[in-house]
Structures are given as C-alpha cells and as structure tokens.
C-alpha cells in the first residue's frame, strides 16, 4: 500500500473505478461523514449517530475523514489490527485482498461497483482498561464459571468474594460485576 501505487491521502485523484462504500458509526457519539476534495478541502457528505449507516458511491482514490460532531475530533476506521484516521477505497480493499479476505473474483466484483465495502467507523484509539478493571473482570469471570454447593448462589458468591482478601470497595464492585 504504497503512496506511489495509490497517491497521497491529503487529496482526491482521479480515478476510474466506483465503488459502493457502506460507513458504520461504530463510536459512541455522532460524526460527520466527509470526502476530501481534489483541492485537499474536506466536503461533508452526512452526519450519523452511533449505529448508524451511510451509503455512498465514491471512487478507488478518493479519501474520506469522520469527525465527531461535538469536538471534530478525529475519529478512524478499523483496518485489520489498527485504526487509520482516513479511509481509501483501495487501499482498503488491497488489504483486505492481501489478508485472504477478499479474492480477486471479489474484489473484482468491489471495483466494478457490484459489491457493498462495510467500514467501521471507530473511536481514534482502543479502549483501555485499568489494571484494576481487568483484574476484576478476570476475577469475575472465574468466580461466575464455579459452581455453588447447597448454598444459595448469593450467598456462596458473597463468601467467595469475602475469601479473596479484597478491600471492601473492590469486594463491593466484584459482586455488582456478579450481579450482571
């Protein structure tokens, strides 16, 4: 995914294959949906909650920016194990090819315009959890999988969770985590 083989992300070029596009807000807030022009200028095309979709023909070298409409930060699209704040319809596609995901009839079939492209749209970087949150998690998660004796099930939990040597705000949040 070369610039030299797709050109540069700051504009449009031209190009001779259209292609359907189908964005996905996949972000917790709303955000606009625009291409970048020829001039480097962004265009909005649309505007969309969370889970909301937007579809669109646009063509293999023209890229495309999603901004959350409250602060226009920039949000990204998911690309296989990272997230790039612009989306290329070829570049995309190439690596969806170049990953085994796509085959050449298909992608084919993408650049004749015959087949819908699904884009994510994400929030710029992945969530991260506390230490404090995964462990809990974990804890949770081993303590939910253990069967209970003749006890009732609060109970037995309840005395799980007091045998853990947890302070009492940790103790507290495990079984709200339990309750769910």
């Known amino acids: 995914m070369s610039e030299s083989k797709f050109g540069t992300l700051d504009k449009s070029h031209i190009s001779r294959n259209k292609i359907c596009v189908r964005f996905v807000n996949r972000c917790p807030v709303s955000v606009s949906v625009s291409w970048i022009n ?4 962004e265009v909005e095309y649309g505007q969309l909650e969370p889970e909301e979709r937007y579809n669109v023909a646009t063509y293999g070298t023209h890229p495309w920016v999603f901004r959350a409409l409250s602060s226009q930060q920039l949000m990204g699209v998911q690309f296989h194990g990272k997230r790039c704040p612009q989306f290329e319809a070829y570049r995309f596609v ?3 090819q170049q990953l085994g995901y796509l085959s050449g009839e298909q992608v084919g079939q993408v650049l004749a315009g015959r087949c819908v492209v699904s884009v994510a749209i994400v929030t710029p970087c992945y969530t991260l959890h506390t230490l ?3 462990s809990l998690l974990s804890i949770a998660t081993l ?3 253990e069967e209970c004796g003749s006890d009732s099930d609060s109970d037995c939990v309840q005395d799980r969770v007091a ?6 705000t ?11």
Not at 163 to 168: E, N, Q, T
Not at 172 to 179: A, C, G, I
């Open 38 to 41: 020829f001039s480097g200028e």
């Open 143 to 145: 303590l939910s999988g």
């Open 132 to 134: 404090r949150q995964r």
């Open 170 to 180: 940790l103790q507290h949040r495990l079984m709200v985590m339990l309750r769910k």
């Open 163 to 168: 045998r853990l040597g947890l302070p009492a």
């Open 94 to 96: 190439s690596e969806k």
